[in-house]
């Protein structure tokens, strides 16, 4: 059997099974050097000159990253999501005219429309999940990039990439995914049309709440990718060493956490949807999520991690909820093996779209029954 053949959890599950040369370790060092050894002839035949423009350990996670997302071009690393995210945008040039989804990560919204926008883009923010209000929104030959994020933050609004990435493509556009709230064992974006997947590598791809880290993974070695590496240099947005290695030691386990943590998930939003004090639960897996057709084809092995819910009782009776968890951690971020709850309104301020009776649950690797009986208590004393 080639190693062609051996599955991506099996690859993963190995971080491509590379051995150490020297020691035969079978987890690779990590290499903290900033400078290498030049030729006698001046060059450097290793390939590494300097520390920020490259590294092995980071070559070596990207490698794992590239092989999960089926990524032709490869990977690349970044210092945080939001480096990995703003790199594409500054990969374009000034005039040029993006269009994002209006429901999407927050900060990168307000990155777009405070900074961005400084430096000669137009931005259009739409419901991309609205496939004519897209084609409407895209101008051919003016509009280089369209910007999705699916499953999306905070209402998990599902966006079809296929379908996006021939209206962007037929209007000579990019098709960019954030894919952190999917990640590879549920979406696969470049084969679904994508042109570059990004992820906050913060979030599932670490898994443990203990490295920020950003990524993105493209189809083409093209022109577009290779602007993207320059961005990356000049401005030293490079992941360090010992993120990059922990990073790959998450990746390792990520089929396991991600099947447990999406059927966790999965079996908290039906729960939760017959609980007396929920309103609407907010998640692609239920039938009646308006998403629910194209997530059930776009995404395998479950529907992810990430879950909303609306409580009756509104804003008082959400902050009250979130205030009484035991287990649940009340804190911002996702995709870590402990479960999270946060009121998103309260930190996106205004213009959100988020209403205010909204929790966002990120569930973790607990025991689903201790989930469930905490998020019962809370919101029997958050109606209190
Ligand atoms: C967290 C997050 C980001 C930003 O990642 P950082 O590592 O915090 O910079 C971008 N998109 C989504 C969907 C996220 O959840």
Redesign the pocket.
Known sequence: MSSKSWSPRSLAAQAMGKIDPLTKAVVPPIHVATTYIRDEDNGYSSGFIYGRPDNETVHEAQAVLAMLEEAKAGALLFG??????TSVFQALAPGDHVVASKV??W??RAWLLNEATRWGLTIDFVETDDLAALKAAVKPGVTKLVWV?TP??PLWTITDIAAAAEIAHKAGARLAV?S??ASPVHTRPLTLGADIV??????VLNGHSDV???ALCAREDDAFWNRIKTVRKGQGGILGPFEAYLLMRGMRTLHLRQERQSASAMALAERLSAHPLVARVLYPGLPQHPGHDIAARQMENGFGYMLSVQVTGGETAAVKTAAHVELYKRAT???GVESLIEHRASIEGAGSPCPTDLLRLSTGIEDLEDLYADLDQALRAGHR
């Open positions: 945080s999501g939001m480096a990995a995210a999407m990560y900060a990168l994020e999306s933050n954030d952190t709230c990004m992820h906050a590598a913060t979030k920020v880290a950003g971020s996702l995709g």
